[in-house]
T-cell receptor, first 109, second 113 residues
Framework: GQNIDQPTEMTATEGAIVQINCTYQ??????LFWYQQHAGEAPTFLSY????GLEEKGRFSSFLSRSKGYSYLLLKELQMKDSASYLC??????????FGPGTRLSVLP | DTAVSQTPKYLVTQMGNDKSIKCEQN?????MYWYKQDSKKFLKIMFS???????INETVPNRFSPKSPDKAHLNLHINSLELGDSAVYFC????????????FGPGTRLTVT
């Protein structure tokens, strides 16, 4: 089976940088995804990694290490609107998406 | 234009009733999904459909049944509702292929009393 772990909650200050980690156990997968979900809203896609390394997308970057079963989402120049839950998800071979429990990020002024 | 839409947004009903949630996507995607998000905010896939065929059926009670009249629609029927069915249900869609992200609908908050 698959097991995905993320910190439950994190707090950071406006303008700072925060790193949200995701660890997983799966024998193989087609890709690792990060989604953002504001309270009471639907998840929205942030980034995708299939190869090891860093993918940069504006203020958001995502890193993947397949050998270590590890990914992180890096958020720079934090804004108040970044307060949300961040969900890590994998798509194991031959299976459908599996989402992690999510990390609730609070950005303080 | 709304990409993935769901109706109703809120649904309050009593135990034992049968209800349906509708989902439509205008993105031309080949695959659609239903997810359940419980009170602990855990997002768990229930079904996925590719070109009107069920491709993966997760271990959900058979009281839940997806119905896809065409590629743009995937409705969720729930029979004999139970208290534990209370959750937010999200519909999603994605292009065919394994590397594409999903686009989620706004969600339907189901409350069973």
């Amino acid at each position: 089976g698959q097991n995905i772990d993320q910190p439950t909650e994190m707090t950071a200050t406006e303008g700072a940088i925060v790193q949200i980690n995701c660890t997983y156990q799966t024998s193989g997968f087609n890709g690792l995804f990060w989604y953002q979900q504001h309270a009471g809203e639907a998840p929205t896609f942030l980034s995708y990694n299939v190869l090891d390394g860093l993918e940069e997308k504006g203020r958001f970057s995502s890193f993947l290490s397949r050998s270590k079963g590890y990914s992180y989402l890096l958020l720079k120049e934090l804004q108040m609107k970044d307060s949300a839950s961040y969900l890590c998800a994998v798509r194991p071979y031959g299976q459908n998406f599996v989402f992690g429990p999510g990390t609730r990020l609070s950005v303080l002024p | 234009d709304t990409a993935v839409s769901q109706t109703p947004k809120y649904l309050v009903t009593q135990m034992g009733n049968d209800k349906s949630i509708k989902c439509e996507q205008n993105l031309g995607h080949d695959t659609m999904y239903w997810y359940k998000q419980d009170s602990k905010k855990f997002l768990k896939i229930m079904f996925s459909y590719n070109n009107k065929e069920l491709i993966i059926n997760e271990t959900v009670p058979n009281r839940f049944s997806p119905k896809s009249p065409d590629k743009a629609h995937l409705n969720l029927h729930i029979n004999s509702l139970e208290l534990g069915d209370s959750a937010v249900y999200f519909c999603a869609s994605s292009p065919a292929g394994l590397t594409y992200e999903q686009y989620f609908g706004p969600g339907t908050r189901l409350t069973v009393t």
